[in-house]
């Protein structure tokens, strides 16, 4: 129950306080309203001298899944949304036209991957902490306990790591969706598939029984079906599943040219690594969540040829330029430097979940500084007539009252684990016009 990362408050203020040493600011010296009483004093007396604002620090709410299944993509999702934070401390904060200069600190819990425990923590983040904004927790399922307390309490809530539709279907007016909806994630694996082998009829989906998994599976069963395919086999798993023969012998008996479902990175790397090890002579395999995450290459051959969509790829550029040339504004930095700037914090390759994490809080930033306040109505406002490009690609929502927060925007790409040399690398392989690799195919097994 206890706050995991109010540091980041406390490294906050240290940082202001440094500042104020170096540089002299009054503006920086009246932030540091929490440190001695002299310096408050002084500061005060700075502010009213001046007529500058008070600095306001704004508190951002959030859970992770510090323990639980969702623990890999949760940690790098968080890591995303916390680099984001420090560049914008780091750099001043944000400035609004009256002079008050914003800086950011977050609250955050472990909801342990369990539904009941988020809705026991956004209530105490939206009350006991009066957090200004929440951001969701990662998963569909979490997310859409989260959302309810959101929208109970007039939070703001930016969503990441949240994919299913369903969550903007509930009338709510203040969530927002950065991710690709379920209904449109595995839809270009079939166009892939389509364009490898015409031949291709028999797709055989085997999925996570979760409100993501089963609602992309569901939009996905029936664009393949409007395509031509026959779905010969469409059998959910139990999310707590680590055996996968019952299902990979109702794969054998069903012959599909294709197999397509998941459902997160571990059932979805289990899955993987059980497929290769029973050798199922299938051409081609595309899984949620699991294969867009650096360390799917830990499983050596069985990653081989699994493709899988992704919501963004340190390889697909989105620029200022491009953002202008769509009629869209720009803010934040470039993919390239996002990935400079995660591997120097975390000693590591970016995943889609961290640069969505990012992403929620640059969409937060853009719409502080286009409302030019902190108002929560002026914000909503602002986030409903988006229309923005980040390094993380286009951002628009619905807002018709039917499917408000929905993003209408942002798509998927298609990765696909391959060889170069002696390492496994992952490749993006759809669309064409992004692609770095022509699809391997068929798998060789």
Not at 37 to 44: D, F, K
Not at 149 to 155: L, P
Not at 213 to 242: I, R
Not at 291 to 309: C, K, M, Y
């Amino acid at each position: 129950m206890k706050p995991i990362q109010l540091w980041s408050a406390l490294v906050l203020v240290l940082a202001l306080v440094l500042g104020a040493c170096a540089s002299g600011s009054t503006t920086t010296t009246a932030a540091t309203e929490t440190t001695a009483a002299t310096e408050t004093t002084a500061a005060t007396e700075t502010t009213a001298a001046t007529g500058t604002p008070e600095p306001r620090v704004v508190t951002i709410g959030f859970t992770a899944s510090v323990t639980g299944k969702y623990n890999t993509s949760s940690t790098r999702q968080v890591d995303g949304l916390q680099l984001w934070m420090d560049d914008v401390n780091n750099a001043g904060g944000i400035t609004l036209g009256d002079g008050t200069v914003i800086t950011f600190a977050a609250v955050t819990y472990d909801d342990e991957s369990n539904k009941d425990r988020v809705q026991e923590l956004y209530t105490k983040l939206a009350t006991d902490d009066d957090a200004d904004f929440l951001i969701s927790p990662y998963s569909s399922g979490l997310t859409a306990a989260s959302a309810v307390i959101a929208e109970q309490y007039g939070k703001v809530m930016i969503t990441t790591g949240a994919a299913s539709d369903s969550v903007y279907t509930q009338g709510y007016t203040s969530v927002y969706q950065v991710y690709t909806p379920s209904s449109r994630y595995l839809t270009s694996s079939v166009d892939l598939l389509t364009s490898l082998d015409p031949s291709a009829k028999k797709i055989a989906f085997v999925y996570e029984n979760s409100k993501f998994s089963t609602g992309v599976v569901e939009a996905a069963k029936k664009y393949a079906e409007d395509n031509g395919f026959d779905v010969v086999l469409f059998e959910g798993y139990d999310p707590e599943t680590t055996d996968f023969n019952p299902f990979i012998n109702k794969i054998q008996a069903a012959a599909p040219d294709a197999i397509l479902g998941g459902g997160h990175f571990q059932d979805g790397s289990a899955f993987a690594r059980q497929l290769y090890e029973k050798k199922v002579p299938v051409k081609f395999v595309s899984l949620l969540v699991a294969p867009p995450e650096p360390t799917f290459a830990e499983l050596g051959d069985a990653a081989l040829g699994i493709a899988g969509p992704s919501q963004w790829e340190p390889a697909v550029k989105f620029t200022e330029a491009s953002a202008t040339a769509a009629g869209a504004d720009w803010i934040g930095l470039s993919s390239a430097d996002f990935v400079s700037e995660y591997k120097a914090a975390y000693g590591e390759e970016p995943s889609y979940h961290s640069a969505g994490g990012y992403a929620a809080g640059l969409l937060l930033q853009y719409a502080i500084q286009k409302a030019d306040s902190l108002d929560n109505d002026a914000i909503k406002a602002a986030l409903d007539a988006t229309n923005l490009v980040t390094f993380f690609g286009p951002l628009r929502f619905d807002t018709t009252a039917d499917s408000h927060g929905l993003q209408i925007a942002h798509d998927m790409v298609v990765v696909q684990w391959q060889k170069s040399g002696d390492q496994l690398v992952k490749q993006i392989v759809w669309p064409k016009a992004g692609a770095t690799a022509d699809a391997v195919y068929p798998l060789a097994r």
